[in-house]
């Protein structure tokens, strides 16, 4: 897997190139501490991970991919919170906060790995997906602190105007997100929006009904506007099961 790091701080540059020495299957072409020397280098050669810094000189991070016809996967490094969510919208592989540790690098460039190797194959299987999804995590801004969730914990999602509840397996934690915004960066195959108020796990449904699903003893409605197209995707996961059986 052929990478470049780019990064304006050299100590930062350092420690990813320390830490990736020890990944037998990770090869580090170059590293940038300008991201327009990047922009000309990366579309005459074969890159497949980004690493990327967000707050650089002349171009952020966050920008950086925009510039690209078919850009690499990317892995943010940031000493920063607050550009969790635009990373997820971007679509990014992983959000790493410095000091960078070699374990949460290891699961990230492993993220990136199962990708490429799925790209490679030309499908995704349902087990690829399950493993990548198990150790997701996504920051949530509430007040002033920001959390950070493993997605699979995520049970269902409220909304209450511009405010929403995330209502995990510890503790519900209230964020202001549009219901909206919050479907942009949540994994589409793990939840879907059954009413204008309340996104759900898949995975944490324990009944069906006509009107409603259960999660935790909760009685979640399902609206008219999304029933035909929730329940499709129920059948079509209980038919694709039966098939694997």
Known sequence: MNCVIIDDEPAAIDVLK????????????????????????????????????????????????KFLQNPPLI?????????????????????????????????????????LEGNIRGETSSSEISSDISDQTIFIKSGSE???????????????????????????????????????????????RIHRSYIVALKHIETVKKQCVIIDNKEIPISSNYREGFFALIDDIAKKRDHRI
């Open 146 to 192: 920001f959390h950070q969730l493993f997605v699979q914990n995520i049970k269902y999602i409220e909304s209450d105007g511009n405010y929403v509840t995330f209502y995990t397996d510890k503790r519900p934690i209230l964020a202001r997100y549009k219901i909206s915004e919050v479907l942009e960066f949540l994994p589409k195959e793990c939840f879907t």
């Open 18 to 65: 320390f830490h990736l020495s020890s990944i037998p299957f990770v090869v580090l072409k170059k590293t940038f501490r300008d991201p327009l020397e990047a922009l000309e280098y990366l579309p005459q050669h074969k890159i497949d991970l980004i690493f990327l810094d967000i707050n650089m000189p002349k171009l952020s991070g966050i920008s950086f991919p």
């Open 75 to 115: 892995i943010f490094t940031t000493a920063y919170f607050e550009y969790a969510l635009e990373s997820y919208e971007l679509k990014a592989v992983d959000y790493l906060l410095k000091p960078i540790e070699f374990d949460r690098l290891l699961q990230a460039v492993m993220k990136a790995k199962q990708l």
